[in-house]
């Protein structure tokens, strides 16, 4: 039996359980797309966007899954049954990214079906048939139904309100990250790294509120003063949300100066126009990590990297990821990119000792080593992760803003985004 297969089972007996348990309607949220491994960017945010939709109702219980099958939300819902059904097939036909959702719903008697509640079958994405006669029969040929996935997805991240654009664009670079395989004491979406106090859902969940506030800075490119006040807000909401766990502090500041950076025609040079005078932040104490460090050694940190505009990242991390794995990008990161978030946790020598150690992560077997050793000294390379949030950023907006139809050729956008080599 293929790993796709238990999975399948296990999951099948999980949502009876939950429906037992609780005694409530349960609905399961995932990606409607093929394939053997699920694990991808764009099937990842689908099922998050159906997720975010559904949170507008009264969820009593959830619990997620991550496994080839994809990432999987079960919520479930104090509502009668056929009110639910009718929300979720809703979703499923309007929503931009509906068409690629799967929302099924269940009690303890099990599944029940649009035809239980007198509505049409769901149709086919591509030419509006029964949807599951065209699987059956294999009517589509992959590439076909792979373009209408990518293009789809496009058209949602190119709202015509650019703010809405910004918001989704932001949000999937934050969420895009958790995808990492490996994440070296970090949380991804199938562990919780070296935090005992948070996993991937808080992850997306604060991913959403800030993404809402920072791209209100959109039009702000120009102005520091008015961005760091977006982000200073943006905070705020952040540790609301969480009740006062860090998961985005370093990210907003990042995302904020980036999405500026982008908006002129040398990102470098704005941010770093922008950043002149950034290092007079440490005239006065605010009691963070990066203050601490500054104090005891001299060491800058991500303002210093501000006050170069992000040039690695722009010159080397975006245009590295262009051509390698995810998990390597990571990596690289972690090796060459200054990480007080980790160096705070781990002091000089600990934070030495790690970027030697990922020097020699060349097979799966070291990764998996480091990725133990890390979690054994309880280290998490954050700072890493918002760097890579930010290349996800670049990469997206990159693709976003063209305004050419570059489907067909854009290979690398599927191996990126879909996991298709
Ligand atoms: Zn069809």
Redesign the pocket.
């Known amino acids: 039996m293929t790993q796709l297969l238990q999975e399948r089972e296990s999951r099948a007996s999980l949502q009876k359980q939950i429906c037992q348990t609780y005694s409530l309607p349960l609905v399961v949220v995932k990606a409607n797309m093929h394939g053997e491994d699920k694990r991808s960017l764009i099937q990842t945010i689908v099922a998050c966007e159906g997720y975010f939709e559904l949170k507008k109702l009264n969820i009593s219980h959830h619990h997620y899954t991550y496994t080839v099958e994809g990432l999987i939300f079960y919520l479930s819902i104090d509502l009668p049954i056929e009110q639910i059904k009718r929300i979720c097939v809703d979703i499923e036909e309007n929503h931009p990214l509906g068409r690629l959702m799967d929302i099924d719903v269940f009690n303890s008697h099990g599944q029940i079906f649009r035809r239980n509640l007198n509505l049409d079958p769901r149709q086919?994405?591509?030419?509006?048939?029964v949807?599951h006669?065209?699987v059956r029969e294999q009517?589509?040929p992959i590439l076909d139904i792979e373009n209408f996935i990518l293009e789809t997805f496009k058209k949602h991240l190119q709202a015509d309100d650019m703010q809405v654009r910004w918001q989704r664009m932001i949000q999937t670079a934050l969420i895009g990250e958790l995808i990492k395989p490996l994440g070296y004491g970090c949380v991804t979406l199938s562990d919780q790294g070296s935090h005992s106090d948070m996993d991937a859902l808080l992850f997306i969940e604060s991913a959403h509120t800030v993404s809402m506030e920072i791209s209100k800075a959109f039009i702000f490119s120009k102005d520091f003063k008015q961005l760091r006040e977006v982000g200073k807000i943006a905070e705020q909401k952040m540790f609301e949300m969480t009740n006062g766990i860090n998961t985005h502090k370093g990210a907003i500041f990042l995302m904020l100066l980036v999405m500026a950076g982008l908006q002129h025609p040398d990102p470098v040079k704005h941010i770093s126009g922008l950043c002149e005078d950034i290092l007079s932040d440490f005239q006065v104490d605010d009691g963070s990590h990066g203050m601490h460090l500054h104090k005891q050694y001299g060491i800058t940190g991500i303002r210093g990297l501000a006050k170069e505009g992000f040039e690695d990242l722009f010159t080397q991390g975006y245009p590295y990821f262009q051509l390698h794995p995810i998990d390597d990008t990571f990596l690289r990161l972690i090796r060459e990119n200054p990480d007080t978030t980790l160096m705070y946790r781990g002091g000089q020598s600990l934070y030495n000792e790690c970027r030697e150690k990922a020097k020699r992560t060349e097979n799966s077997v070291e990764r998996i080593k480091f990725d133990r050793w890390m979690k054994i000294q309880g280290l998490s390379p954050g700072g890493s992760a918002d760097m890579l949030s930010a290349i996800l950023l670049i990469d997206l907006y990159s693709w976003i803003m063209e305004e050419t139809n570059d489907e067909p050729t854009h290979k690398d956008r599927y191996r990126r985004y879909l996991g298709i080599e």
């Open positions: 086919c994405f591509i030419c509006n048939e949807a006669i065209c009517t589509h």
